[in-house]
């Protein structure tokens, strides 16, 4: 039976969560050059386009139709089959298109790792099939019956589908794709951080409907997923704040990306813990990925919009934060610090499976594609600027 005031709540989730798309964009367009920032906020668009199609073609399918193996999902639902304007409190339609969202911001946050020399038309071949064979089975594995909700891991919003997968396979796609041209040699500063900032801003603001809307009823627990992601959040920040404040300035760049960094990491959390753990497990995510992200540094590694360092090892953390504070008290479930070390177990053997299949899976994709029709632009083109070089277009500041 549809609940009206779940269909509403829902409705405005999803729309929230579709903001986070170009809030991504712009948070990756403020830290490129001045000559990429169209680009990147184009890649954003395109990878909700791309995926949209998929998704209600045969991905929403892959993800959530009967299980097959503990793997995939069969194609029950394929163009939507049997998804109709009834459901089990708000509408089997709503639902698909909630998730389609989800899919379609773990795309776009993966561009990191192309940032500033991906082909357009090699990221539309490579995102759809990353989506198909990267996160349509992760997604199942959690929410669709898989191998995963069958051990009974638990994933509230996405901290291994959206966040491992996208962190994991950006350092993946960055290592095939290989290094900016005078990437080390050069100063390449940000074209506009109040840009990021904003981007950053809509980020966090999207993150309620992505937690507390993952619930799928407006309820207790989703209060508690909103408050603790306010709180993660806050600790994230300060945390990766004053960590960096200590080695020199507090940069606003370091702020907001703490910020992210606690939101990743208490999505997969935040239906589990309450709001104490929530303040540890933003202030650890902003510590550890402040120091993923400066190990990233010291390698030399050109995946210089950090979707690696925040995304993958925060949601990496958050994944087993969850198996650490989830208490009985809201979720029925308890953690390892309420004595239950199977539940932790189940959340490190989760997450290093998420790993694993996400960095083996796209590297080869990458690689693919880099050997068919090419990842990257031209010299020239690179050395001119995405902007101009794929889209004919330029960006005055």
Avoid at 56 to 70: E, K, N, Q, R, T
Avoid at 161 to 169: L, N, Y
Avoid at 228 to 242: H, K
Avoid at 329 to 334: E, L, N, R, T, V
Wanted: net charge negative; glycine share 14%; charged share 10%.
């Amino acid at each position: 039976m549809i609940d009206s005031g779940d269909t509403a709540f829902i409705i405005i989730c999803t729309a929230m969560v579709m903001l986070m798309i170009p809030g991504v964009g712009l948070f990756y367009a403020g830290m490129v050059r001045r000559k990429s920032v169209i680009s990147m906020i184009t890649l954003a668009f395109v990878a909700l386009a791309v995926v949209s199609i998929q998704w209600v073609l045969f991905g929403y399918s892959l993800a959530f139709g009967p299980d097959i193996a503990g793997f995939i999902g069969g194609l029950d639902h394929i163009g939507l089959a049997g998804v109709g304007l009834d459901g089990d409190g708000i509408p089997d339609i709503l639902f698909m298109v909630f998730q389609l969202v989800f899919a379609g911001l773990t795309l776009a946050i993966l561009t990191s790792g192309f940032a500033e020399r991906i082909k357009l038309s090699s990221f539309i071949v490579f995102g759809l099939l990353w989506t198909t064979l990267v996160y349509d089975p992760l997604a199942h594995w959690a929410w669709g019956g898989g191998w995963a909700s069958q051990l009974g891991a638990l994933d509230f919003a996405g901290g291994t589908v959206v966040h491992i997968s996208s962190g994991f396979g950006a350092l993946a796609a960055a290592l095939v794709i290989g290094k900016r041209l005078g990437f080390g040699q050069e100063t390449m500063e940000p074209a506009n951080i109040p840009m990021t900032l904003l981007g950053g801003g809509l980020l966090w603001f999207g993150w309620f409907g992505f937690n507390a809307g993952s619930e799928l009823a407006a309820d207790g627990i989703a209060a508690n997923a909103f408050t603790v992601t306010i709180v993660a959040a806050s600790a994230g920040a300060l945390a990766w704040m004053g960590a960096s404040w200590i080695k020199g300035k507090p940069s606003s760049l370091g702020m907001i990306s703490g910020a992210i960094a606690g939101l990743v990491a208490i999505t997969p959390a935040c239906g589990f813990v309450d709001t104490m753990s929530a303040i540890v497990i933003g202030a650890v995510a902003g510590v550890i990925c402040y120091a993923a992200l400066l190990f990233r540094l010291k390698k030399g590694l050109d995946e210089s919009l950090d979707a690696w360092a925040i995304h993958g090892v925060g949601g990496f953390w958050g994944a087993i934060a969850t198996g650490i504070f989830a208490t009985a008290a809201i979720c029925g479930i308890d953690g390892l610090i309420y004595g239950n070390v199977n539940q932790f177990v189940i959340q490190l053997i989760d997450a290093g499976v998420a790993v694993v299949y996400t960095f083996v899976v796209t590297y080869i994709l990458a690689m693919l594609v880099e050997k068919t029709i090419g990842l990257r632009v031209e010299e020239d083109e690179e050395y001119v600027g995405l902007d101009i070089a794929q889209h004919g277009e330029s960006v005055r500041m």
